[in-house]
């Protein structure tokens, strides 16, 4: 949410929980042609974050530049030390979400798995050599830095306050273009949440859930036992008496969604709780009455815990975040919160190579999202006073027990949270999703041709001296070769449909040159001998172009690359995301399904472990993994086999990569199909039917001939087909 997030009162607020509500009705009643409010969802995105960063530059600025020196002090010490305590707690709830999702969803292959991690150059995010151009790349951290650096130097130069004075002009000047858009907010999510309803899956929407559910109960466990516990155990306050002195404090806030309009009660009830301690009540009012406005221009809990959504867009899109990811995440996205999160949250997804779009998710959901992170915020404003004014008053005191005591009864309630998080989400995820897993629903782009379909190998036809290209000429019938289990290029789908993407490319082509098709299962073993014979005219596949199999088989030119790597179980991926990974290992057990060729790149590569054949993918995952660390096959084929098998996953060892190219097979005295062949691919690769095919059978992308989304529209009241 925006800066306009703070001056947000109830009745606005209830205008934006209707927009959201009427949105996804909307979607739900006429589903798949409320995709169209995307652009106006976009539109309404770009809105918000085009003054944010500005607004955020000039207000910092300001912020910090108006602090005198004794109020530079109590922020930069002993406020300073508590907000720093209560952010690396935070941080360590948003590092631990990670904890409380269910297992890995399944996704398909996606082109990040073979992605080398750019490296990761905390100089550049955080040291502007150039602001402006740290302000045009939304690089936050950066400009946050820049914003702190000349609002320190402007506290000790004369005649600052006429500068600091327009900064506050151009500060309300900003504050309006943002508080007009906070005017478009319900037009907005109703955008947003009728697109995403409309066209996200059921499983989408359930992994939505999972999002709420976990930031929720965090939420909730942080305002309510975490940071009294903290107080409570580093000054005479207690836990209890900090509930009890802010409860009506947290239903405000909570009801009205504004940290804002709550301050004066935070600062009460702050300087309530410091003189109890025996403090005197001057000095706790002077104290609390600077530590409560300026830690308000500072990221609160609530924000910081909002970070979490990042964690959980890389789980959404089925990159899950390494424990190097997390850290980082917190690095960077600690100075990412001192702005908008409508800005901070697309720089992070694209810090972390995260499909940018999951952020929509993020808007659309925020409406309830916030009203929970600024119970936080006022939580955290008042453990800061709190904190901080028990310090400046001595009254701060790290005892040993006490935080041992915090640490294990935190642990343990956080350990419980996560657990009960876990299964919630993971109760809704299976109440929603479909029970058939996306491989086994994909169905063809294009009306196939007929088609007979052998389930054992077959006589060939009577020799008759002609190409394949030929017979299939004179006959009406091309002989195609098909593996039976080699997803995502030949396999059967939920409905007994030989399908895939070189299944797809034969029907293609088999219309192209007006005949039907007879499909014939392949042996690898003698392949050239089904070729050489006319059993069939071509193989297909995702056959790898080796020299072994190249001395009875002719290829085509490549039509895809594929990428070698590792088919694992997921808790043991960070053992093979480099080669020192691997090597650190002395007695691996491999499985190969490729030919000799790869397998001795393999051994070459990893010269210790012991090579063991397998028959197939199928018998790798049926069989367990048959007691192997791993499978060496294709990425693309690999992250296919895993929607079936969630539990295992794809590791590619970085920087290491090894392309595999494919292509159709046919026989090796065949000159005349395969120069067909080869012209016919280059005129799909140009006319891109190969990357529609690619975004379909492999990166599971566009739907095709699936059909609509449910809606009320078509599935209830038969309104339209």
């Not at 709780?273 to 706790?284: C, F, H, I, K, P």
């Not at 789908?493 to 034969?506: I, Q, S, T």
């Not at 691919?681 to 699936?706: F, S």
Request: aromatic share 10%.
């Amino acid at each position: 949410m925006g800066e306009g997030e703070k001056r947000q009162g109830g009745g606005g607020a209830n205008a934006v929980l209707l927009g959201l509500v009427l949105g996804v009705a909307g979607g739900l009643f006429f589903g798949e042609a409320t995709g169209r409010l995307g652009v106006v969802a976009d539109a309404f995105i770009r809105l918000l974050q085009m003054a944010v960063l500005p607004y955020i530059t000039v207000s910092l600025t300001a912020a910090i530049g108006r602090l005198s020196t004794r109020e530079a002090r109590f922020v930069a010490g002993s406020g300073g030390r508590a907000l720093v305590l209560l952010w690396g707690i935070v941080l360590v709830l948003v590092v631990a979400s990670a904890f409380g999702f269910p297992g890995r969803p399944a996704g398909f292959y996606s082109t990040s798995a073979v992605t080398a991690p750019q490296s990761f150059d905390l100089l550049e995010l955080y040291i502007p050599a150039n602001p402006f151009r740290s302000l045009s790349d939304n690089v936050v951290p950066a400009v946050v830095l820049f914003c702190i650096a000349v609002g320190v130097a402007l506290m000790g130069v004369p005649g600052r306050e006429s500068l600091i004075a327009i900064l506050d002009v151009l500060s309300k000047a900003l504050a309006r273009v943002n508080d007009f858009v906070v005017r478009l907010m319900p037009y907005g999510v109703f955008a947003i949440a009728a697109s995403a309803a409309g066209t996200l899956g059921i499983d989408d929407l359930g992994r939505v859930q999972v999002y709420l559910v976990s930031f929720v109960a965090l939420s909730l466990f942080a305002t309510f036992w975490l940071l009294p516990a903290t107080v409570a155990a580093f000054t005479p306050v207690s836990h209890w008496a900090v509930l009890r002195a802010s409860r009506d404090t947290l239903a405000t806030a909570f009801s009205t969604g504004s940290l804002l309009v709550v301050l004066p009660s935070l600062a009460q009830a702050g300087r309530d709780l410091v003189s109890s301690t025996g403090v005197d009540e001057q000095n706790a009012t002077a104290a609390v009455d600077v530590l409560v406005p300026v830690s308000f221009n500072f990221p609160h809990a609530g924000k910081v815990l909002t970070l979490g959504f990042v964690v959980f867009a890389a789980w959404f899109a089925g990159m899950p975040m390494g424990a190097a990811e997390l850290l980082r995440l917190a690095l960077v996205g600690l100075f990412a919160a001192f702005g908008s999160m409508n800005v901070a949250l697309p720089f992070l997804l694209d810090v972390f190579h995260i499909p940018a779009d999951l952020f929509q998710l993020f808007v659309a959901v925020g409406i309830v999202s916030f009203r929970f992170q600024t119970l936080l915020g006022a939580m955290h404003t008042l453990a800061t006073a709190v904190l901080g004014a028990c310090a400046i008053e001595g009254r701060f005191v790290v005892r040993p027990q006490a935080v041992a005591r915090l640490v294990v009864a935190g642990g343990f309630g956080l350990a419980l949270t996560l657990a009960a998080t876990r299964a919630a989400s993971g109760w809704a995820m299976t109440r929603i999703a479909s029970g058939t897993a996306p491989v086994l629903s994909r169905e063809f782009l294009v009306e196939p041709v007929a088609a007979t379909l052998m389930r054992a190998s077959v006589a060939p036809p009577p020799a008759s001296g002609m190409s394949a290209i030929e017979r299939a000429s004179a006959s009406g019938t091309l002989r195609v070769g098909y593996d039976p289990d080699r997803l995502p290029f030949s396999y059967f789908n939920a409905r007994g449909r030989l399908v895939g993407f070189d299944v797809e490319l034969a029907h293609r082509l088999a219309r192209e040159l007006s005949a039907t098709l007879v499909f014939v299962p392949i042996d690898h073993a003698r392949l050239g001998v089904q070729l050489e014979s006319g059993e069939i005219d071509l193989a297909l596949g995702g056959l790898e172009i080796t020299t072994e199999r190249s001395r009875s088989i002719a290829f085509t030119d490549p039509y895809l690359k594929l990428t070698l790597a590792f088919v694992v179980r997921d808790d043991r991926r960070a053992e093979f995301s480099t080669r020192a990974d691997l090597q650190a290992h002395r007695h691996l057990r491999i499985g190969i399904v490729l030919d000799g060729y790869y397998e001795a790149k393999l051994r070459a590569y990893l010269p210790s472990a012991e090579m063991v054949r397998v028959k197939s993918e199928k018998a790798f995952f049926e069989g367990d993994g048959l007691g192997l660390d791993a499978l060496v096959d294709a990425a693309e084929v690999g992250a296919a086999w895993t929607l079936l098998y969630p539990s295992y996953t794809v590791a590619v060892p970085n920087p290491d990569r090894l392309d595999a190219p494919v292509a159709l097979a046919v026989a090796r005295g065949d000159t005349e199909l395969r120069a067909f062949l080869d012209t016919w691919l280059l005129l799909k690769r140009e006319d891109g039917t190969l990357d529609q095919l690619r975004e379909h059978w492999i990166l599971g992308r566009n739907d095709g001939r699936r059909g609509p989304r449910w809606s009320v529209i078509r599935d209830v009241l038969h309104w339209v087909e």
